[in-house]
C-alpha cells in the first residue's frame, strides 16, 4: 500500500509505497503503490507522519496483451479505497525504521455462482514494518530498504476470492533501494531511481501470493512557488512484475507484466507537504483472464517533526 530536490523534496521510495499500495493484496498487485511516491524520503535525523489514499476500478477483463470479452471473466468489477496511516523516524543520518498500516474498502462484483452479485467489505491490511539504511552517502541520497509485511490483514471473508481478500495470509519479505541525483547545476532538475522486491517467506490457508517487482524511473522540477508553497511538476515510468500466485483459486488467471506512466505534483509547505499522482498501464500482458484498472490515482500528506 510509496511514496524533488535532494533534500526537502526527493522523489522516490518513501519506504514503502506503496503505494495499493499500497501493503495489500488484491488482483492488480498493489504493491505498484511502493513505488513512485515522492513525500516521505528522510532528509534528516527525526520523525514524519503521513496519510495516504489510494484508488484502483478494475472493470476491464484483459487476456495476454489486449482486452478480452467479459463473458470470459466470471469476475466483473473490483473497486478499492486504500487508506493508510504510517509513520517513520530517523534516528540518526544512517538508520530509521517505518511502520504502516492500512484499511480498504473493496467492492467486488462477481458472477461465480452464474448470478451476478456485490460484496462489500471494510477491514485492516497487512502492516509493514521496515529499517531504511541511508549510510551509504553523506547526503542521503542512496537508501537500502528492508522489512517484513505481516499477516495481519482479513484473510477469510468468505465473499472475496483468495487473490481478492485484504490481506494475503502471508509474511512476506521486503528489500528494495533508491538513488536520486541532480540533473541540472542549478538543482532545479532532478531524477530518481528506486525498486521493491516482494517475496513471501510464510503462508496459510493453502494460498501462495505470486512475488512482485516493483521499479520506477523518474524526473522532477522544482517548479514554481506560491505563496509559503514550493510547488513542484514530476513524471516517472513504472515497471512491474508480479509472478503466478500458488495454491487454491485460479493460479493459470494470475501474474502479469506491465509498464505505467505516472505524472504528478508535489507542494511543499514548510513541514506539511501534499503530493498526488496518476499512474496509467500503456503496456501489459497477463496471464489467463484478468481485470484491470485504467488507471490508478495516490494522494499523500505528510507532516515532518
Given at each position: 500500500m510509496l511514496r524533488v530536490s535532494l533534500k526537502p523534496a526527493l522523489a522516490a521510495l518513501a519506504f514503502t509505497a506503496a503505494l495499493p499500495s499500497a501493503a495489500f493484496a488484491c488482483a492488480c498487485g498493489c504493491a505498484i503503490f511502493d513505488v513512485g511516491t515522492s513525500s516521505l524520503l528522510p532528509s534528516g535525523p527525526g520523525g514524519q507522519f503521513f496519510i495516504e489514499y489510494d484508488f484502483l476500478n478494475q472493470t476491464t477483463n484483459w487476456s495476454g496483451g489486449h482486452s478480452?470479452?467479459?463473458?470470459?471473466?466470471?469476475?466483473?468489477?473490483?473497486?478499492?479505497?486504500?487508506?493508510?496511516?504510517?509513520?517513520?523516524?530517523?534516528?540518526n543520518n544512517d538508520w530509521g525504521l517505518m511502520v504502516e498500516v492500512p484499511l480498504t474498502h473493496r467492492g467486488f462484483l462477481t458472477a461465480d455462482?452464474?448470478?451476478?452479485?456485490?460484496?462489500?467489505?471494510?477491514?485492516?491490511g497487512d502492516i509493514r514494518v521496515m529499517a531504511n539504511y541511508t549510510g551509504?552517502?553523506?547526503d542521503m541520497s542512496t537508501g537500502i530498504i528492508a522489512g517484513l509485511k505481516l499477516p495481519t490483514g482479513d484473510s477469510t471473508y468468505a465473499n472475496f476470492d483468495s487473490d481478492v481478500e485484504i490481506g494475503s495470509g502471508s509474511t512476506d519479505l521486503l528489500l528494495g533501494a533508491y538513488h536520486t541525483g541532480q540533473i541540472s547545476t542549478?538543482?532545479?532538475w532532478n531524477y530518481y531511481a528506486q525498486i521493491m522486491w516482494q517475496h513471501e517467506i510464510a503462508t496459510q490457508h493453502d494460498y501462495t501470493p505470486g512475488s512482485e517487482l516493483n521499479g520506477a524511473l523518474g524526473v522532477s522540477w522544482a517548479g514554481w512557488?506560491?505563496?509559503n508553497a514550493q510547488i513542484s511538476p514530476l513524471f516517472q515510468i513504472i515497471a512491474s512484475y508480479r509472478g503466478r500466485d500458488g495454491g487454491i483459486g485460479d493460479p493459470d488467471s494470475t501474474g502479469y507484466a506491465r509498464l505505467l506512466v505516472s505524472p504528478g505534483i508535489k507542494a511543499d509547505f514548510g513541514t506539511w507537504s501534499l503530493y498526488a499522482d496518476i499512474e496509467h498501464p500503456v503496456l501489459q500482458s497477463v496471464n489467463?483472464?484478468?481485470?484491470i484498472g485504467p488507471v490508478a490515482a495516490k494522494f499523500v500528506t505528510s507532516f515532518k517533526l
Open positions: 478480452a470479452p467479459g463473458a470470459n471473466n466470471d469476475d466483473k468489477k473490483i473497486r478499492s479505497d486504500f487508506f493508510v496511516a504510517g509513520g517513520q523516524y530517523m534516528f455462482s452464474g448470478t451476478p452479485e456485490e460484496f462489500d467489505h471494510t477491514a485492516f551509504l552517502s553523506n542549478d538543482g532545479n512557488t506560491v505563496g489467463g483472464n484478468q481485470l
